[in-house]
Antibody, heavy 119, light 113 residues
């Protein structure tokens, strides 16, 4: 069955970096666009970044542009989010999410990994 | 950026009654070339990731009970639960995938009265 499993979250000081990973299985990873979406504690959903299936195009929310970088390794069925210059407001659960072929909506979400930015 | 605004922020409905959630986008999310509304609805229960309910505004995801319905076009959309069940207690989000950045509504919390 379709699975996406995030890892790499933790507590990090402001200004430092962290890299999240998302291991995908149960589907042809290289065919799907992939996304990161985050949710601050007790708050709503915020789309963070997306990458095309072949990695040729990447898109970012203004709130993370220039600080975060999305990438993928289709040979390892893994999605990444490199987060630099972290701020308090980046504290959130980060979800890895799959975009459905043809329908373009997000159809599968991982359980998320918590990133806490705190001194 | 397209701003998605949901109303109400929360609602309490008696078991078996109808629940209606509205979602307005700051611009149309209807793509003229394919006549599709690039609008999805998600349900999120505490401690869980969101679950897809509808895409193209009104296409029900497999396995979603038919008491849920999605409607609307252009910039005005509605999610309706025709007969609220206890397991429907959750936060519901609309989201546009018409253009980047993809944006979500602020969420509507549905509770039992």
């Amino acid at each position: 069955q379709v699975q996406v499993v995030e890892s790499g979250g933790g507590v990090v000081q402001p200004g430092r970096s962290l890299r999240l990973s998302c291991a995908a299985s149960g589907f042809t990873f290289s065919s799907h666009n992939m996304h990161w979406v985050r949710q601050a504690p007790g708050k709503g959903l915020e789309w963070v970044a997306a990458i095309w299936s072949d990695g040729s195009n990447k898109y970012y929310a203004d709130s993370v542009k220039g600080r975060f970088s999305i990438s993928r390794d289709n040979s390892r069925n893994t999605l990444y989010l490199q987060m630099n210059s972290l701020r308090d407001e980046d504290t959130a659960v980060y979800y890895c999410a799959r975009e459905r072929l043809r329908d373009n909506c997000i159809d599968y979400w991982g359980q998320g990994t918590l990133v806490t930015v705190s001194s | 950026d397209i701003v998605m605004t949901q109303s109400p922020d929360s609602l309490a409905v008696s078991l078996g009654d109808r629940a209606t959630i509205n979602c307005k986008s700051s611009q149309s999310v209807l793509y003229s070339s394919d006549n599709k509304n690039y609008l999805a609805w998600y349900q999120q229960k505490p401690g869980q990731p969101p679950k897809l309910l509808f895409y193209w505004a009104s296409t029900r995801e497999s396995g979603v009970p038919d008491r849920f319905s999605g409607s609307g076009s252009g910039a005005d959309f509605t999610l309706t639960i025709s007969s609220l069940q206890a397991e429907d207690v959750a936060v519901y989000y609309c989201q546009q995938y018409y253009s980047t950045p993809w944006t979500f509504g602020q969420g509507t919390k549905v509770e039992i009265k």
